[in-house]
Protein backbone atom coordinates (compact mmCIF):
# COMPACT_ATOMS: atom_id res chain seq x y z
CA UNK A 1 0.00 0.00 0.00
CA UNK A 2 1.25 3.14 -1.04
CA UNK A 3 2.95 5.13 1.91
CA UNK A 4 0.15 7.71 3.24
CA UNK A 5 1.19 10.95 5.11
CA UNK A 6 -1.46 13.19 7.51
CA UNK A 7 -0.51 16.59 7.63
CA UNK A 8 -1.43 18.31 10.42
CA UNK A 9 -0.39 21.86 10.72
CA UNK A 10 -0.37 22.43 14.96
CA UNK A 11 0.82 25.99 14.23
CA UNK A 12 1.73 28.54 11.90
CA UNK A 13 5.11 27.61 11.84
CA UNK A 14 5.56 24.07 12.27
CA UNK A 15 4.40 21.39 9.62
CA UNK A 16 3.61 17.60 11.46
CA UNK A 17 3.58 15.22 8.94
CA UNK A 18 2.92 11.60 10.67
CA UNK A 19 2.62 8.13 9.23
CA UNK A 20 3.75 5.76 12.53
CA UNK A 21 1.66 4.07 14.57
CA UNK A 22 -1.02 6.43 17.28
CA UNK A 23 0.89 8.33 19.52
CA UNK A 24 -1.33 6.22 22.43
CA UNK A 25 0.69 2.84 21.55
CA UNK A 26 4.54 4.28 22.26
CA UNK A 27 6.32 5.42 25.10
CA UNK A 28 7.29 8.44 24.93
CA UNK A 29 10.46 9.05 26.25
CA UNK A 30 11.26 12.76 25.66
CA UNK A 31 8.63 15.96 25.34
CA UNK A 32 9.85 19.01 24.38
CA UNK A 33 7.31 21.50 25.49
CA UNK A 34 7.15 25.36 23.73
CA UNK A 35 10.79 24.98 24.59
CA UNK A 36 12.53 28.89 24.12
CA UNK A 37 16.64 29.21 24.70
CA UNK A 38 18.41 32.36 24.89
CA UNK A 39 21.90 32.84 25.68
CA UNK A 40 22.93 35.69 27.48
CA UNK A 41 26.25 37.31 25.90
CA UNK A 42 28.02 39.69 28.26
CA UNK A 43 30.11 42.20 27.41
CA UNK A 44 28.96 42.32 24.05
CA UNK A 45 27.77 45.88 23.11
CA UNK A 46 25.60 46.79 20.17
CA UNK A 47 27.30 49.91 19.81
CA UNK A 48 30.47 50.57 17.12
CA UNK A 49 33.90 49.82 18.62
CA UNK A 50 35.32 53.20 17.37
CA UNK A 51 37.02 56.05 19.97
CA UNK A 52 33.59 58.21 19.32
CA UNK A 53 31.28 55.58 20.47
CA UNK A 54 33.66 55.10 23.53
CA UNK A 55 34.02 58.80 24.08
CA UNK A 56 30.13 59.07 23.74
CA UNK A 57 29.70 56.00 26.05
CA UNK A 58 32.25 57.86 29.17
CA UNK A 59 29.81 61.10 28.13
CA UNK A 60 26.67 59.46 29.16
CA UNK A 61 28.07 57.40 31.63
CA UNK A 62 27.02 54.38 30.65
CA UNK A 63 28.86 51.52 33.20
CA UNK A 64 26.88 48.86 33.33
CA UNK A 65 28.36 45.69 30.69
CA UNK A 66 26.52 45.58 27.64
CA UNK A 67 24.37 42.40 27.61
CA UNK A 68 22.97 41.19 24.21
CA UNK A 69 20.77 37.98 23.77
CA UNK A 70 20.79 35.49 21.21
CA UNK A 71 17.35 33.87 21.03
CA UNK A 72 18.94 29.93 19.84
CA UNK A 73 15.83 28.09 19.93
CA UNK A 74 12.18 29.77 19.41
CA UNK A 75 9.28 27.27 20.95
CA UNK A 76 10.35 24.41 19.74
CA UNK A 77 7.50 21.61 20.59
CA UNK A 78 7.73 17.28 19.88
CA UNK A 79 7.44 14.11 21.97
CA UNK A 80 9.98 11.46 21.39
CA UNK A 81 8.93 7.89 21.96
CA UNK A 82 10.89 4.72 22.86
CA UNK A 83 13.10 2.66 19.62
CA UNK A 84 13.11 5.86 17.53
CA UNK A 85 16.19 7.10 15.83
CA UNK A 86 15.44 11.23 15.34
CA UNK A 87 17.77 13.36 12.68
CA UNK A 88 18.09 17.31 13.37
CA UNK A 89 18.88 19.18 9.95
CA UNK A 90 19.17 22.85 9.52
CA UNK A 91 21.38 25.41 8.15
CA UNK A 92 24.14 26.72 10.27
CA UNK A 93 23.50 28.60 13.38
CA UNK A 94 19.78 27.18 13.19
CA UNK A 95 19.84 25.68 17.21
CA UNK A 96 20.65 21.65 16.44
CA UNK A 97 23.59 22.04 19.16
CA UNK A 98 21.74 23.99 21.37
CA UNK A 99 18.46 21.83 21.34
CA UNK A 100 20.45 18.51 21.79
CA UNK A 101 21.75 20.44 24.88
CA UNK A 102 18.87 21.84 26.10
CA UNK A 103 17.49 18.06 25.89
CA UNK A 104 20.66 16.76 27.91
CA UNK A 105 19.95 19.28 30.59
CA UNK A 106 22.41 21.32 30.23
CA UNK A 107 21.26 24.48 29.45
CA UNK A 108 17.70 25.63 31.64
CA UNK A 109 15.04 26.85 28.67
CA UNK A 110 13.71 30.51 29.14
CA UNK A 111 10.48 29.61 28.73
CA UNK A 112 8.96 25.88 27.76
CA UNK A 113 9.99 22.79 29.12
CA UNK A 114 11.92 19.40 28.53
CA UNK A 115 10.56 15.68 30.46
CA UNK A 116 12.80 12.87 29.89
CA UNK A 117 11.86 9.25 30.66
CA UNK A 118 15.58 8.15 31.52
CA UNK A 119 18.94 9.67 31.54
CA UNK A 120 19.62 11.30 28.49
CA UNK A 121 23.38 11.24 27.32
CA UNK A 122 25.04 13.55 25.25
CA UNK A 123 27.91 11.92 23.44
CA UNK A 124 31.07 13.18 24.18
CA UNK A 125 29.97 15.80 27.11
CA UNK A 126 28.98 12.93 29.19
CA UNK A 127 32.17 11.02 29.07
CA UNK A 128 34.63 13.12 31.68
CA UNK A 129 37.91 12.55 29.55
CA UNK A 130 40.96 14.61 31.17
CA UNK A 131 43.75 15.12 28.92
CA UNK A 132 46.78 14.37 30.77
CA UNK A 133 45.48 10.97 31.46
CA UNK A 134 46.46 7.79 29.22
CA UNK A 135 43.20 6.51 26.83
CA UNK A 136 43.71 3.80 29.05
CA UNK A 137 42.90 5.64 32.23
CA UNK A 138 40.22 7.87 30.57
CA UNK A 139 38.58 4.34 29.03
CA UNK A 140 38.30 3.84 32.87
CA UNK A 141 37.49 7.30 34.08
CA UNK A 142 34.71 7.39 31.37
CA UNK A 143 33.30 3.87 32.29
CA UNK A 144 32.85 4.92 35.82
CA UNK A 145 31.69 8.04 35.15
CA UNK A 146 28.97 6.56 33.18
CA UNK A 147 27.86 4.69 36.31
CA UNK A 148 29.33 1.09 35.60
CA UNK A 149 31.11 -1.08 38.28
CA UNK A 150 34.21 -1.94 38.02
CA UNK A 151 33.72 -5.19 36.83
CA UNK A 152 31.34 -3.95 34.03
CA UNK A 153 34.62 -1.79 33.13
CA UNK A 154 36.68 -4.35 32.91
CA UNK A 155 34.40 -7.07 30.72
CA UNK A 156 33.72 -3.47 28.25
CA UNK A 157 37.67 -2.62 28.02
CA UNK A 158 39.21 -4.13 25.90
CA UNK A 159 36.04 -4.06 23.45
CA UNK A 160 36.35 -0.23 23.72
CA UNK A 161 39.54 -0.18 22.88
CA UNK A 162 39.10 -2.18 19.84
CA UNK A 163 36.15 0.01 18.99
CA UNK A 164 37.83 2.93 18.85
CA UNK A 165 40.51 1.76 16.67
CA UNK A 166 43.27 4.18 18.48
CA UNK A 167 45.67 1.33 18.66
CA UNK A 168 45.50 0.47 14.72
CA UNK A 169 48.39 2.35 14.36
CA UNK A 170 50.44 2.13 17.23
CA UNK A 171 50.09 1.73 21.12
CA UNK A 172 48.10 4.76 21.29
CA UNK A 173 46.05 3.71 24.43
CA UNK A 174 48.89 4.29 26.70
CA UNK A 175 50.15 7.76 25.83
CA UNK A 176 48.26 10.92 27.22
CA UNK A 177 45.27 11.74 25.40
CA UNK A 178 46.67 15.28 24.98
CA UNK A 179 49.10 13.49 21.53
CA UNK A 180 45.32 12.24 20.30
CA UNK A 181 44.37 14.23 16.78
CA UNK A 182 40.92 15.60 17.09
CA UNK A 183 39.21 12.71 15.18
CA UNK A 184 40.88 9.60 17.33
CA UNK A 185 39.84 11.68 20.51
CA UNK A 186 36.37 11.91 19.32
CA UNK A 187 36.17 8.18 18.12
CA UNK A 188 37.82 7.37 21.90
CA UNK A 189 34.61 9.18 23.49
CA UNK A 190 32.14 7.34 20.80
CA UNK A 191 33.63 4.20 22.01
CA UNK A 192 33.03 4.78 25.79
CA UNK A 193 29.81 6.86 25.56
CA UNK A 194 28.49 3.46 22.94
CA UNK A 195 29.56 0.79 25.41
CA UNK A 196 26.33 1.03 27.41
CA UNK A 197 23.16 1.30 26.37
CA UNK A 198 21.20 4.25 26.82
CA UNK A 199 17.75 5.68 27.44
CA UNK A 200 18.58 8.52 25.19
CA UNK A 201 21.47 8.83 23.73
CA UNK A 202 22.24 12.82 21.77
CA UNK A 203 24.56 12.33 19.28
CA UNK A 204 26.00 15.59 17.56
CA UNK A 205 28.08 15.14 14.17
CA UNK A 206 30.24 12.67 16.25
CA UNK A 207 29.94 10.28 13.50
CA UNK A 208 31.52 12.52 10.90
CA UNK A 209 34.38 12.05 12.72
CA UNK A 210 36.84 8.61 11.95
CA UNK A 211 37.53 6.91 8.68
CA UNK A 212 34.64 5.20 6.88
CA UNK A 213 35.03 1.61 8.39
CA UNK A 214 35.11 3.75 12.37
CA UNK A 215 31.49 5.19 10.40
CA UNK A 216 30.56 2.02 9.26
CA UNK A 217 31.25 0.68 13.09
CA UNK A 218 29.33 3.57 14.75
CA UNK A 219 26.56 3.54 12.54
CA UNK A 220 26.28 -0.41 13.45
CA UNK A 221 26.25 0.53 17.06
CA UNK A 222 24.08 3.26 16.74
CA UNK A 223 21.86 1.14 15.03
CA UNK A 224 21.77 -1.80 18.35
CA UNK A 225 21.68 0.96 20.75
CA UNK A 226 18.33 1.86 19.03
CA UNK A 227 17.32 -1.66 18.95
CA UNK A 228 17.94 -2.01 23.15
CA UNK A 229 14.87 0.15 23.29
CA UNK A 230 16.40 3.89 23.68
CA UNK A 231 16.15 6.45 21.21
CA UNK A 232 18.12 8.49 19.33
CA UNK A 233 19.13 11.79 18.15
CA UNK A 234 21.40 12.35 15.51
CA UNK A 235 22.81 16.27 14.63
CA UNK A 236 24.85 15.98 11.23
CA UNK A 237 25.37 17.95 8.06
CA UNK A 238 25.66 14.77 6.23
CA UNK A 239 22.28 13.98 4.68
CA UNK A 240 23.30 10.84 3.82
CA UNK A 241 23.84 10.20 7.59
CA UNK A 242 20.43 11.17 8.60
CA UNK A 243 18.71 9.07 5.74
CA UNK A 244 20.54 5.61 7.11
CA UNK A 245 20.40 6.21 10.25
CA UNK A 246 17.08 8.01 10.97
CA UNK A 247 13.36 7.08 10.23
CA UNK A 248 12.12 10.37 11.99
CA UNK A 249 13.82 13.87 11.01
CA UNK A 250 13.43 17.21 12.68
CA UNK A 251 14.43 20.31 10.52
CA UNK A 252 14.88 23.40 12.28
CA UNK A 253 15.76 26.95 10.75
CA UNK A 254 16.69 30.00 12.45
CA UNK A 255 15.30 28.44 15.81
CA UNK A 256 11.86 27.45 14.76
CA UNK A 257 11.00 24.15 14.21
CA UNK A 258 10.00 24.29 10.61
CA UNK A 259 9.31 20.23 9.95
CA UNK A 260 8.67 17.63 11.61
CA UNK A 261 7.74 13.87 10.11
CA UNK A 262 9.28 10.66 8.18
CA UNK A 263 12.64 11.26 7.13
CA UNK A 264 12.47 11.19 3.26
CA UNK A 265 9.67 13.99 2.72
CA UNK A 266 11.60 16.27 5.43
CA UNK A 267 14.78 16.09 3.91
CA UNK A 268 13.45 16.43 0.40
CA UNK A 269 11.99 19.76 1.80
CA UNK A 270 15.32 20.80 3.31
CA UNK A 271 17.51 19.91 0.13
CA UNK A 272 14.81 21.92 -1.80
CA UNK A 273 15.15 24.85 0.71
CA UNK A 274 18.72 25.09 0.72
CA UNK A 275 19.19 24.94 -2.90
CA UNK A 276 17.29 27.92 -3.44
CA UNK A 277 18.87 29.71 -0.61
CA UNK A 278 22.26 29.11 -2.84
CA UNK A 279 20.52 30.77 -6.02
N1 LIG B 1 27.57 29.89 23.95
C1 LIG B 1 26.89 30.67 23.12
N2 LIG B 1 26.73 31.98 23.42
C2 LIG B 1 26.03 32.79 22.61
N3 LIG B 1 25.43 32.40 21.48
C3 LIG B 1 25.55 31.11 21.13
C4 LIG B 1 26.29 30.18 21.92
N4 LIG B 1 26.24 28.95 21.33
C5 LIG B 1 25.50 29.13 20.22
N5 LIG B 1 25.10 30.41 20.08
C6 LIG B 1 24.26 30.98 19.02
O1 LIG B 1 23.03 30.27 19.01
C7 LIG B 1 22.58 30.03 17.68
C8 LIG B 1 22.40 28.52 17.48
O2 LIG B 1 23.67 27.91 17.58
P1 LIG B 1 23.84 26.30 17.49
O3 LIG B 1 25.27 26.00 17.73
O4 LIG B 1 22.83 25.67 18.34
O5 LIG B 1 23.46 26.05 15.96
P2 LIG B 1 23.69 24.75 15.06
O6 LIG B 1 22.45 24.57 14.26
O7 LIG B 1 24.12 23.60 15.91
O8 LIG B 1 24.88 25.25 14.14
P3 LIG B 1 25.97 24.43 13.27
O9 LIG B 1 25.21 23.67 12.22
O10 LIG B 1 26.80 25.52 12.68
O11 LIG B 1 26.73 23.54 14.21
C9 LIG B 1 23.62 30.66 16.77
O12 LIG B 1 23.14 31.94 16.41
C10 LIG B 1 24.86 30.78 17.63
O13 LIG B 1 25.61 31.90 17.25
Excluded at 84 to 109: D, M
Aim: net charge positive; proline share 4%.
Amino acid sequence: MAEQHVIDVVDEQTEVLDDRTPAADREPTVIVDDVHIVYRVYGASGSRNTPTAAFSRIVRRRTSPAIREVHAVRGVSFVAHKGEAIGIVGSNGSGKSTLLRAIAGLLPPRSGTVYTNGQPSLLGVNAALMNDLTGERNVVLGCLAMGMTPAQVKQHYQQIIDFSGINERGEFSTLPMRTYSSGMAARLRFSIAAAKSHDVLLIDEALATGDASFQKRSQERVRQLRGQAGTVFVVSHQNRTIRDMCERTLWLEAGVLRMDGPTEPVMAAYEEFSRNRRR
